[in-house]
Structures are given as structure tokens and as C-alpha cells.
């Protein structure tokens, strides 16, 4: 059961900081994972800040259970040396059930908390995960007297956590967002694809069968295949939650670090979903996740004379041959905001925008 109205934005032990009461939509087109106990990863972190919009500790899977102190305490180091600017400081702790995840937030929280932005939480299977989450960090935050409530972004990669969505979502003003976690769902849901993220070649519709003259169909003709997306269900019902409770959904991994072609298009229609970034594995997907997650110049071009064009936001107007009106200026008014908030700290794409802005509006 969720907190009733009235105490939903109380803190959640005494000292602890008052919840925020909107989470801020700062830019996140890639959320990009290092293990803090690696030390060659580790080493490349500081001259990463400004060129990422969030770098994430990673102390959970991928990290090898004989190096999780060492992760724990790099990612320590790293949060006291490092001056992160404009770039988030996030972290994955261990899942709930693990030995290590208490250590985990008793130890980053006191040491490192006034650095950290977001808390990552694995393997979320409903509210009662995040509750917990949620009363130790206060207590967390009181103790180690925090002025800034850390927030909570929540793994979707369980059944259970996809069928209990939106009441994730609303378990806490902590939450701050969703990611897809496509392997361990996968594997939780027994899905036939060995793959991290991505698409598959079995997943796919046929055309029809070509017919006769005589209108019998040609089933051993030629006919094309379309490859589907299989994450496509999981992603939309992530978007809805998300922008229901006003927190932001990001599509996860894509483990096939050589194919940058299908990154970027997976990349891609999560963008056009309605995700607001995606993870990064290695430094190549940060220039993917860079350019997929901003709009385009033409788009942004575009947004602004539909909203020049439409004055106070009412009626329509034919640009360039097509409707335009109440609703579609809306959409426009979605893709000038964002590429606003990209500008204010990625000065090349100010430079790219301001352009057009000029050249075309
Ligand atoms: C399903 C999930 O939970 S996904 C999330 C968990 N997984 C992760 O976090 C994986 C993170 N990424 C990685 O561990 C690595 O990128 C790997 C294992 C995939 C590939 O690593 P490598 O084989 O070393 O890649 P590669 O040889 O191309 O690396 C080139 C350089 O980039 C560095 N590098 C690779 N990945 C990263 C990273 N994520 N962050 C910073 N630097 C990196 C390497 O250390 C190497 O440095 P060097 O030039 O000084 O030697
Ligand atoms: C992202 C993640 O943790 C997974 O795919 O399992
Ligand atoms: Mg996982």
C-alpha cells in the first residue's frame, strides 16, 4: 500500500532531507558504466567528466564476487577525488537479496552520499523494494547529515517488476527513473535469446505469399522477412509508467559492443519511444548514445517554426504542405525543450542549433 497524500512527501526519519517534489530532467543521454575496481577504467574516469552526461559506478553484475570490496572502496576514491562539473554521479548497488548490498549503502551513503546523484537498484519486483530502499536512506541520510535526498532509479528486469510497473514508479518521491534490464529479464522470462539487448534474427514477420494467376499462393517463393523489435513492449509500457509519474524511462544495455550500426538503431527507437538515454558499456556507445539521444538540427528547426507559426498554441497552420495545430505544437514544444537543455551544456550542439535557428525559422 502507498503512503496516503498527505504524508508522501514527509521524510522518512528525523534530519533526513525533505523529498524533492519534482525530479529535475537533467540531461542523460548516456549513462555510461565503469567497475570502480578496475583500476585501468577507474583511471579514465576523471578526464570523462564534461564529455558524458552521467558516469555510474557499477558495483552489481559484471563486477566479480571476489572484487566487490574492492569495487566499494574504489568507487569511494573515485567520489572524493573527482570534481564530476555537469556530469551526474550515479551508482548500481547490489541486489537486494545479495550479501553485499548493505555495505553497500552503509558505506557510500556516510562517505560518498553528497556526491552521489542517483542510486541504481537492481532486480526491482515491486514497491516493497524501493519502501525498504527508501526508509534506510533517509535513515542513511540523517545520520550522515545530508542536505540533498539521493534519488532512486529502479532496473526493470524481473516478471514480476514489468507486471508491477507502475506501482514502482509510485512507491517513493525518490524514484527517478526506469531502466530495461533485457538480460536478466530475458532470463527471468525464460525468453530464447542469449543476447544482451538488441534484436534477434528469429523475431520477425514474412510477407505474404505471392499468388498465381490462378490466385493459389507461392509458398516456396521469394518473400521478405522484417526483423521485429523485441523489446518493444517492455520499452512503451516503461514509457507510460514513467511519464505517468513524471520520472524517465532509458533503454539499457546493448552487449554487442562491435555492432555499432545495430547500437545506434536500437538506440534509436528508444529514443523515438520516448527514452531519455540509454547505458553505455564501453567508451564507443557514448558518441551512439550522444547523437541518437539529441534531436537533429532539422528537427529542432522544424519544432521552432511550428511554434513560431502557431502564436499562442491554438488552431492550425499548413507548413510545408502539413497540418499543423494544438497538439502537434506540443510535440514541437517536447523537442525544443530538450534541445535547449542539451545546449545549455553541450556547446557544440548550442552551436549546431543556434545556426538553424537563424538560418531557418
Ligand atoms: C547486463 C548488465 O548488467 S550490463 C552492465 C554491466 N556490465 C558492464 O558494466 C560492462 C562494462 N564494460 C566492460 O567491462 C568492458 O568494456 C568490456 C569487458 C565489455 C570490454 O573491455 P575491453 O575488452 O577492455 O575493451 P577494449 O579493449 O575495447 O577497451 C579499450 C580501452 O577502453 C577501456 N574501457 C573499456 N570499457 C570501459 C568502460 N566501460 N569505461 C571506461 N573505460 C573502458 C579499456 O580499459 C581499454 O583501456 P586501454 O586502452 O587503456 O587498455
Ligand atoms: C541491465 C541488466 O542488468 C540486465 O540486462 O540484466
Ligand atoms: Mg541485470
Not at 534530519?15 to 575496481?37: K, Q, T, V, W
Request: charged share 25%.
Amino acid at each position: 500500500m502507498t503512503r496516503p497524500a498527505k504524508d508522501f512527501f514527509a521524510p522518512l526519519a528525523v534530519g533526513a532531507p525533505a523529498p524533492l517534489r519534482e525530479i529535475p530532467a537533467r540531461p542523460s543521454r548516456a549513462i555510461h558504466f565503469f567497475d570502480p575496481g578496475n583500476e585501468k577504467m577507474a583511471a579514465k574516469v576523471p578526464d570523462m567528466v564534461g564529455t558524458v552526461d552521467v558516469l555510474l559506478g557499477n558495483l552489481e553484475d559484471a563486477v566479480k564476487a571476489e572484487n566487490k570490496e574492492k569495487s566499494r572502496q574504489g568507487l569511494v576514491d573515485i567520489g572524493k577525488s573527482t570534481d564530476f562539473g555537469p556530469t551526474q554521479f550515479w551508482t548500481r548497488i547490489n541486489s537486494l537479496d545479495s550479501p553485499w548490498v548493505l555495505d553497500d549503502l552503509t558505506t557510500l551513503v556516510p562517505e560518498i552520499g553528497d556526491k552521489l546523484d542517483v542510486i541504481m537498484v537492481p532486480k526491482v519486483q515491486g514497491a516493497e523494494d524501493i519502501h525498504y530502499v527508501d526508509r534506510l536512506l533517509a535513515q542513511l541520510e540523517a545520520r550522515a547529515g545530508l542536505t540533498k535526498p539521493l534519488q532512486v532509479h529502479a532496473i526493470l528486469e524481473t516478471a514480476r517488476g514489468v507486471a508491477n510497473i507502475e506501482e514502482i514508479c509510485a512507491a517513493s518521491p525518490r524514484m527517478q527513473g526506469l531502466s530495461l534490464g533485457p538480460a536478466d529479464l530475458a532470463a527471468d522470462r525464460r525468453m530464447k535469446t542469449t543476447r544482451v539487448g538488441g534484436g534477434h534474427p528469429g523475431y520477425l514477420v514474412r510477407q505474404d505469399p505471392a499468388r498465381d494467376d490462378l490466385g493459389v499462393p507461392q509458398y516456396d517463393a521469394q518473400r521478405t522477412t522484417y526483423q521485429q523489435d523485441l523489446w518493444h513492449y517492455t520499452i512503451a509500457r516503461m514509457v507510460d509508467a514513467c511519464a505517468m509519474h513524471g520520472i524517465y524511462p532509458y533503454y539499457g544495455p546493448f552487449g554487442d559492443i562491435k555492432d555499432t550500426v545495430a547500437c545506434e538503431d536500437q538506440f534509436r527507437n528508444a529514443f523515438l519511444l520516448g527514452c531519455v538515454g540509454a547505458w553505455s558499456l564501453h567508451p564507443v556507445q557514448i558518441t551512439i548514445a550522444n547523437k541518437v539521444f539529441s534531436p537533429s538540427v532539422e528537427d529542432v528547426a522544424h519544432a521552432r517554426r511550428v511554434i513560431a507559426a502557431m502564436g499562442d498554441g491554438t488552431g492550425a497552420v499548413m507548413i510545408d504542405g502539413k497540418m499543423e495545430d494544438d497538439a502537434s505544437v506540443k510535440q514541437c514544444r517536447v523537442m525544443v525543450a530538450l534541445a535547449d537543455a542539451l545546449a545549455a551544456i553541450d556547446p557544440e550542439l548550442k552551436e549546431q542549433y543556434d545556426r538553424i535557428e537563424v538560418a531557418d525559422v
